[in-house]
Structures are given as C-alpha cells and as structure tokens.
C-alpha cells in the first residue's frame, strides 16, 4: 500500500489509473487478459477484456506498458483468437461495474491505495462467475500514467494518416482526423433512394474492420458485439461522382474528427436513413473525446445486461426437469 503522501502526489497530479491483468483456468483450459482504465476523476472510461483457450495469450507479460498490453488484447480480438460469449458476458459484467457508482469507486480506491489483495478478491469474483474454476490463477499489475502521456500516445495512434485523409473534396478536416472504412445500411422496402441523397441527411452506416485503426474505433465506439458491428449514425457531408454511370462516392461525419467513407456503384439501392426514436442520438464526441473518454461513445443500444445463451440453457434445464417429473408421474 502507498504512504499517504504518495496519495496525496497522485491526487495532485491527477494521474491516470490502469489495472492490468492476466488469469488462466488449467482445469478449463480458459486463459484471460483484461485491461481497466480510470480517468483522474475515478471514472472508468475504458476498459478490454478477453476469454481464450489459447494458452499463448497466457504469456502476455501484465507488467509491460499498458499500450502494448491494450494493443495484444486487441489484436487477439480482431484475430478471433477469443471465445466471444464469454468475452462479451465478462465485459457485460465489467460495464455493470462502470455504470454502478458503489463498484466502481471500491475498485477505483482498491487500485489508488495500491491494495492488490482486495483487487484480486474483486476481480477472481467477476472471472469466476462463468468460468468457477476454485483454483483459478490470477496476476494484475498497477500502472499511472499522466494525462499527458495518455494524450501524447492517443494523438500518435490517430494522426498517422496520410496527407490526403486530411482533406476530402471541398471539405475541410481537423489535424488528426480519422476517415474510417464504412458499408452503407440498406432498406430495399422503405428506403431513400440513394440518388436522392444530399448533403446534410442523416443515414445509417456500418464501419468495416479492414485494418487495426478501422478495428479500434469499432472497439473504442462499443460498436462490436461477439463478432457483429453495429450500425452507427452519420451525416453525409460530400457525395461526388463523374457522370451518371459512375459510382458514387459518399463523405459522412461520424463524430468531430470522425468521418466514414464509401464507393456505391449501385444508383437504385435505397438507403436506411437515420430515426432518432429508432437509433437514438447521434454522437457529439470528437476525436479528443474518443482519446480521453472512449467510455463516453457508448451508445444507448448497446448497453445489454442479459446473456441471451445462459437464458437459453436455464429454459432447455427447467423443461428436461419438468419432463422428468411427466415421466415419473406417468410411471406412478
């Protein structure tokens, strides 16, 4: 535990919080990661988790740097080398913590006061709500950071564009901004034509996971669930095209410093476009937001609680046990 003048020095400082850790089951053959990011206000703004049965993942080191930490999480992620219920039934877990002001600020005290034992009770008790392995094995380190560094390394990781992403047609970029892959959302049925698409609509759109920026954004936007990307409103700001028979190529802003990019050959497709009762609000997080508080670019659909595969398992055991019961019933 730190003295209290340490404490004291990180409230000053206002340092950033990471909790790392790693966790196998040798019984189970389950091997995890996990990385939990609270800014200086004690919030969790991000956090990563992963369930495999890769024993490799295993070998990732907790106490290297917390961006390389963050970087091998993802990347196992996008390489699918992870078991997606339970990844996404832990991480469920996790924002039940983030969002639950009780839990989030014993963790956020447990992690400032350096107290690993109560660290490790709390989190082998959210690990072993689906995995229930007694002699589970779990290491975590603590790292601080400032939020200089913090933002020093968000701004490397977002401004290694090339020189013509900082400009598209007649618009204007920001310094740094990000121009990711996107699918148009189509509705054949009850759709704009995308021929009648102009500048300022607003219509529904799905980032591709092409490339590791492409792949983070969707994980900082809380856009992946299991191995699905949701749709994401955006506002088309460009649609240009060089003649009547060529593509059309749509300019869209996700977010300040957030925009998407496409390539329609098709003129007669018909385009779902945005309903704010239906898709709630669009986001108003800029890039500097995403750097800082990614937890903020939750969308108010993403947020589900329930685990649709464990409900399906507690029906199919309540009907085998109600069959059971007709059985010896009928016997009798």
Known sequence: ???????????????RLILKGRFKSNSLNFYGLFLI????RGDMDSYHILVSTYSSTYEIEPHSSWEKYEESILKLRWNNECNPSMTSYLQDIIKEIANDENQKS???DY??????????????????RIIHDKNLILETAIQEISEDEFRKNRQREFTSLDANDQSEGNYPMEDGAVILPIQLI?????????YELKVGDKIMSKVIPDSDRANYFIDLLNLRIENFIKPIACEVIDIKSEGANTPLEVLTKIGP???GKCTEEERQVKLRM??????????????DDVELNPKGMITKDSKHTTHP???YIAIGILVIILLIIIILLVSL
């Open 1 to 15: 535990m730190v003295s209290e003048d340490n404490q004291k020095k990180y409230v000053e400082e206002g340092n």
């Open 37 to 40: 990011i609270f800014d200086k």
């Open 106 to 108: 014993n963790l956020y």
């Open 111 to 128: 992690i400032r006061n350096y107290e690993y034992d109560n660290i490790d009770i709390t989190i082998t008790d959210i690990i072993n």
């Open 186 to 194: 189509l509705a054949p049925v009850s759709g704009t034509p995308i």
């Open 257 to 259: 410093g957030i925009f």
């Open 274 to 287: 945005y309903n704010p009762s239906v898709n709630g609000l669009i986001s108003e997080k800029s890039i």
């Open 309 to 311: 595969k464990v409900s």
